[in-house]
Every structure is written in C-alpha cells, then in structure tokens.
C-alpha cells in the first residue's frame, strides 16, 4: 500500500513555521538620542544657552578720568582767602601742570615756608590770597612763566585769645578755622562782662613782628551799628578794666 503525499496546504504550513522559528524571540527597543538644551535664538548657530554672564562694571571712559596735573586748580571758597595765615598752619601749595613744585609744608615760628625752587618765603601776616598772588610772583619773576597758584590750608595752628579782668569767666579761649572774631563776641564767650567792668577801659595786647602793641578799645562805641568793629587775633590778651563809679 502506498504512503499518502502531504497536501499542498499542510507545506505551506511547514515552510511558515520553519521560517518563524528562525526570528527572534522579541526585537530590542529603538535607541533614541540623547535630549538636547534648547538653542538661544539670540545665539550664533549651534550655540546653547548657559548662564549670563555677570554685569560689568560701570567704569568711566578714558575721557571721564581725572586730567591729573591738567585738571584746573580750585578757586579761594569764600572767607578763606581772607584768613591771616599764622605760623603753625599747614599749607598746600599747587601749581598748575607743574606737579613738581606741589608740596605741603608747615610755616615755621620764624613766619616763613618752604617752597620748592624758592626757598623760605615768609607769608605770616599775610591773607592766603596775599600769600598766594606773593609766590606767583615769585614764581613768576624766574622760574615759571604765567603760573597758576592755589594755596590751601590743610590744618590751622592753635589759635588762642585770653580775656582776663572783669568778665564773668576770664581764661584762654580758641578761635575756630577761618571765622574772625569780634572783641564783642569774644567777650561773650568769657560769660559778658562783670558788674563792675568798665566797658570804655579795654586794652588789647597783641603781638606784631616780634614786638608788643597795646591797643585801647572803647567797646561801648562798637555797640552802635556804626561805631566800627575791631576784631581778636591769635595770641591776643585782653584785658578788660574796672568801672570806679
């Protein structure tokens, strides 16, 4: 007896489940690309954004900066070219674009400063403006030509007045800077005068040029708006009289 031959279908069948078997199992999953920062739009192509850089800081151009030497000199402030320089003020001497000759020097108890290319130059008793005009000249005479002078007082001496006889509180009192002081305030600052003061009878002992001045002083004319003032300097001694009626 003859063995039946497979139908067409059943080889079909066999080529299918042949072929399925040589798949694999499971495919693996697809590998996706790594995430990628969000580009600056304001960036250059291909640049990522980061963090901002941090504010520079605001510096003046070139043509802001301070002119050093070339920089004007500062003008007198009012009251102070009037001041009497006294010795013991410390000064500041500036010439303009000549940075050489700016110097701070004391003046000596002879009266006289140190100056660079003039020596010692005696400015006690002058105001800072007289002192001032007084070394651009010198200066001016032979070594600068046309100079521009500022004259600055850095410190001041110690500046006393003493007040004695028929005030309320006689002693030593200080004058403050550049500020004059009147013989009345200066005895206002002694308390007034005492019951019995003479206020006809007051005399001032100043010194001037190494020598003693004695000054009387009616300080009942200065009351009146028009009687004048006269005014205390460093060193002053005065001295107020006693009334003997």
Same mark, same amino acid.
């Given at each position: 007896m003859?063995?039946q031959?497979?139908?067409?279908?059943s080889c079909?069948?066999?080529i299918?489940?042949?072929?399925?078997?040589?798949?694999?199992?499971?495919?693996?999953?697809?590998? /996706?690309?790594?995430?990628q920062?969000?580009?600056?739009?304001t960036?250059? *192509? &291909?640049?990522? #954004?980061s963090?901002?850089?941090?504010?520079?800081?605001n510096?003046?151009?070139?043509?802001? +900066?301070?002119?050093?030497?070339? *920089?004007?000199?500062?003008?007198? $402030?009012?009251?102070?070219?009037?001041?009497?320089?006294s *010795? &013991?003020?410390?000064?500041?001497? $500036?010439?303009? +674009?000549e940075?050489?000759?700016?110097?701070r020097?004391?003046?000596?108890r002879d &009266?006289?400063?140190?100056?660079?290319? =003039?020596?010692?130059?005696k400015?006690?008793? $002058?105001?800072?403006r007289?002192?001032?005009e007084h070394?651009r000249?010198?200066?001016?005479a032979d070594?600068?030509?046309?100079?521009?002078v500022? =004259?600055?007082?850095?410190?001041?001496?110690?500046?006393?007045?003493?007040i004695?006889?028929?005030?309320? #509180?006689? %002693?030593?009192?200080?004058?403050?800077?550049?500020?004059? /002081? %009147?013989?009345?305030?200066?005895?206002?600052?002694a %308390?007034?005068?005492?019951r019995?003061?003479?206020t006809?009878n007051i005399?001032?002992?100043?010194?001037?040029d %190494? +020598?003693?001045?004695?000054?009387k002083?009616?300080? +009942?004319?200065?009351e009146d708006?028009?009687?004048?003032?006269?005014d205390v300097?460093?060193g002053d001694?005065?001295?107020?009289?006693?009334?003997?009626?």
């Amino acid at each position: 007896m003859f063995a039946q031959s497979p139908s067409p279908i059943s080889c079909l069948v066999l080529i299918f489940t042949a072929f399925t078997a040589l798949l694999p199992l499971s495919a693996a999953p697809p590998v /996706l690309p790594p995430p990628q920062t969000q580009a600056d739009p304001t960036s250059p *192509a &291909g640049a990522y #954004r980061s963090a901002p850089a941090p504010a520079q800081e605001n510096r003046p151009s070139p043509a802001e +900066k301070p002119s050093g030497t070339d *920089a004007p000199l500062p003008s007198l $402030m009012a009251g102070e070219g009037d001041y009497i320089l006294s *010795a &013991g003020d410390t000064l500041d001497l $500036m010439v303009y +674009k000549e940075p050489d000759l700016n110097m701070r020097s004391k003046i000596a108890r002879d &009266g006289r400063v140190q100056l660079p290319l =003039l020596g010692e130059v005696k400015v006690v008793g $002058m105001s800072v403006r007289e002192a001032q005009e007084h070394i651009r000249k010198l200066l001016n005479a032979d070594y600068v030509v046309d100079p521009q002078v500022y =004259l600055n007082i850095v410190s001041y001496t110690q500046r006393k007045f003493t007040i004695i006889g028929q005030v309320t #509180r006689p %002693g030593s009192y200080e004058l403050q800077g550049t500020e004059s /002081l %009147g013989i009345l305030e200066a005895i206002g600052m002694a %308390g007034g005068f005492s019951r019995i003061a003479d206020t006809r009878n007051i005399t001032v002992k100043r010194s001037v040029d %190494g +020598k003693t001045q004695t000054i009387k002083v009616n300080t +009942k004319k200065l009351e009146d708006p028009h009687g004048g003032s006269f005014d205390v300097l460093p060193g002053d001694i005065i001295t107020v009289g006693e009334s003997w009626y």
